[in-house]
């Protein structure tokens, strides 16, 4: 008999409102004991750029057991000095072969995780197309993969690239394709071919904010076309966006979108 299992995958966690959300969620509302594993993009987890080995250690004592990322990957130094040292951090597959760090990893002999970027609207990077169909061919030729489940974060901006791409990895065997990067949450998820997708999962943080940044800032770079700081927002309520899939041995069988809304008082309930 085929085992059941049940992943929670969280978006794009922005800032200290982001990771508030995320401590709310899984731990203050225990949620996090629902779920066989976890999986959360923080690649804007640290002031909305880059990941603190703080934070990094702050998410997984959460009860993350996976942080995948996306282009701001390397915009706290510190990342350097660490991503060797992590055994839960993926940085996007498709970065050049010589970056510290991985674009995959194997947990607990049951699923894959891979981190991709796409290339449309993003700078010049390796084709995550070919890029996939590559690290594919190879965990074939090693047995990896019959009966894993194969779970790919693709960060990427257009909707028709994700939705393309998700079609091309399920054709390849992968069983899971969740958009990042937009931090808007969609609503398409499906099964397809036994592969589960979501164009885009959406973000952990504040919900006045701009994507997660303040307001001001954000409208003046519009405007303007010149480039400033970006702050994050940190005014209530919170959103949590994140999606739960379940599996029958690696063929995913349902997925759910999920979004909650902290306010302030629930905030405060929950440090007492």
């Known amino acids: 008999m085929q085992d059941k299992f049940k992943i929670l995958f969280i978006g794009d966690i922005v800032g200290r409102s982001g990771r508030k959300a995320v401590k709310k969620f899984l731990v203050d509302d225990a949620n996090k004991n629902n779920y066989d594993f976890i999986i959360a993009n923080a690649e804007n987890a640290s002031h909305g750029f880059g990941l603190t080995k703080k934070n990094h250690d702050d998410l997984l004592n959460y009860g993350v057991n996976c942080l995948t990322s996306g282009n701001h990957i390397w915009d706290k130094k510190d990342i350097f000095q660490y991503i060797q040292d992590s055994t839960a951090l993926i940085r996007p597959y498709n970065y050049h072969k010589s970056l510290l760090g991985v674009g995959y990893r194997i947990f607990n002999d049951k699923i894959i995780v891979v981190n991709l970027l796409g290339k449309t609207f993003l700078p010049p990077i390796d084709c995550p197309f070919e890029s996939l169909e590559r690290l594919i061919s190879n965990l074939k030729s090693e047995g990896m993969l019959d009966d894993k489940i194969l779970f790919i974060d693709f960060h990427a901006e257009a909707t028709a690239e994700k939705k393309c791409f998700a079609k091309f990895a399920a054709s390849l065997g992968a069983t899971a394709v969740i958009g990042t990067h937009t931090h808007v949450q969609t609503a398409d998820e499906e099964i397809m071919c036994d592969c589960a997708y979501l164009t885009d999962v959406g973000f952990c943080g504040s919900k006045n904010g701009v994507i997660g940044m303040e307001y001001e800032a954000s409208l003046r770079r519009l405007v303007t ?40 008082d629930e905030d405060k309930e929950s440090e007492d």
């Open 225 to 264: 076309s010149v480039n400033e700081r970006f702050e994050v927002e940190m005014s209530y309520p919170y959103l949590f966006n994140a999606c739960e899939i379940e599996f029958l041995g690696k063929c995913a069988t349902s997925i759910r979108r999920i979004s909650f809304e902290y306010t302030q």
